[in-house]
Structure formats: C-alpha cells, structure tokens
C-alpha cells in the first residue's frame, strides 16, 4: 500500500506561470516532508522541506504548503521557468524532530514548462 | 565539487555475476543511504548507516544484498547472484545528523542485469 502518493503523473505550464505539484499521504505519524527535483540521468536533488509543526515553508521561488488535517502537501513554483522541467518526487519521514531515517517517496510528477 | 559519489554510473552484468557499488558520501556528513530506484517509481529505501554501524534495513534487501561503511566514510553495496530483476537505478545520500538531517544523493549506479 503506497503511503505517499502523487496522484499526477505529468504536468504542463507555461513559463512565467505557477506550477502547483500535490502530494497526498496516509500515514498520521509522518513528520517531515521533502520534495527532490530529478532531472534523467542524475541524481535527486532536495528542493525544500517541511516540519508537520508548520503550514508553510518558502524558499525563492518554492514554497511548501502542509495541510495536516487533509494529509496533504503541495509544492508551488512561481514563476514557473523552463529549467524547472524534470520530476518532482514529495517524501516523508517518519522519524520525529526531522532526524531522518528511511524517506518514503511517491512516484513523481513530470513538470513540462513550455517557453 | 564535494557532493555525493557513486561508482561506477553504469553496470551491465550477466544473470548470476556478483557487482559491487562505492558511494562516498559528502565528507562530513556521518549518515549514509541506500535506496533504490526503478522505472516509474520513486526511490526504495534499502539499508543505512551512522558511521559505521547499519542501523536499518528494508525487507527488500534479500540475503543477496549486502552493505558495509567499514570506517564510517565510504560505503559499498554488494549484490550475489544478480537476477535480471535486479536491473535498476542504486542511488546513494548522506546526511549530517541533527535537527534536519535532509539527505543529498549522489548520482547513482545502474545496472543492468542480462
């Protein structure tokens, strides 16, 4: 049974617009949350987190939305540009205070910003 | 550049050889990762380690697997006996513990087994 689930597996925008990629989990005890950007051939690289104590995380152009109540998170991208273009994976982690063990990961989203 | 390692990036193998991946990790961080990734799918934890200690291992790694950090820096991920199942993406993070210890990966290793 999936525990992180990024129900869209593509999305398409147009540059200058704002990419909103979702993420849902089951499990209550998750508390942490990561998103990582891949691009093909190469490794995850961490985009921003969450704690569960927050609602709200910003970093530039990045911000991370949690809602607790509804096990869900998103990750909004505004301006939208085309580098952004690669797979965006959400992870939790269950492991308190954020010290990490294993991160559970959802399938991805492919995010296309066309120019 | 002082990121997170693998080696070699890529791996073909015939069914039934043994492989053998490095990671080394960035240089202070004291936490390593195992995951692995196949097509569609998001990375599947596998084992890791705090310093030299392997703290935790997912069911997933079958008594083929095996994975040491001898002196608590780099790493090696052993697979006996591959099976064409085990054509994936092998991908390695390393964290520094501590309020967050947000995981880096490395590029990964894939292999491909014939």
């Known amino acids: 049974d999936q525990q992180v689930k990024q129900n869209s597996p593509s999305l398409s925008v147009q540059e200058g617009r704002i990419s909103i990629l979702n993420c849902d989990y089951t499990?209550?005890?998750?508390?942490?949350f990561l998103w990582y950007k891949k691009y093909p051939a190469e490794g995850p690289t961490f985009l921003i987190s969450?704690?569960?104590?927050?609602d709200k995380n910003e970093d530039g152009r990045f911000t991370v939305f949690l809602n607790k109540s509804a096990k869900h998170l998103s990750l909004h991208i505004v301006p939208s540009q085309p580098g952004d273009s690669a797979v965006y994976f959400c992870?939790?982690?269950?492991?308190?205070?954020?010290?990490?063990?294993?991160?559970?990961f959802g399938k991805g989203t492919k995010l296309s910003v066309k120019p | 550049d002082t990121g997170v390692s693998q080696d070699p990036r890529h791996k073909i193998t015939k069914r039934g050889q043994n492989v053998t991946f490095r990671c080394d990790p960035i240089?202070?961080?004291?936490?390593l990762y195992w995951y692995r990734q196949t097509l569609g799918q998001g990375p599947e934890f596998l084992t890791y380690?705090?310093?030299?200690?392997?703290?935790?291992k997912s069911r997933l790694l079958s008594d083929r697997f095996s994975a040491e950090r001898p002196k608590g820096s780099f790493s090696t991920l052993e697979i006996q006996r591959t099976e064409q199942g085990d054509s994936a993406m092998y991908l390695c993070?390393?964290?520094?513990?501590?309020?967050?210890?947000?995981?880096?990966f490395g590029p990964g290793t894939r292999l491909t087994v014939l």
């Open positions: 993070a390393s964290s520094l513990l501590g309020y967050t210890d947000t995981q880096y």
């Open positions: 499990n209550s005890m998750f508390d942490y």
């Open positions: 969450i704690s569960s104590i927050k």
């Open positions: 992870a939790a982690s269950d492991t308190p205070g954020g010290s990490q063990g294993n991160l559970i």
């Open positions: 240089s202070e961080h004291n936490r």
């Open positions: 380690f705090q310093n030299e200690a392997q703290l935790e």
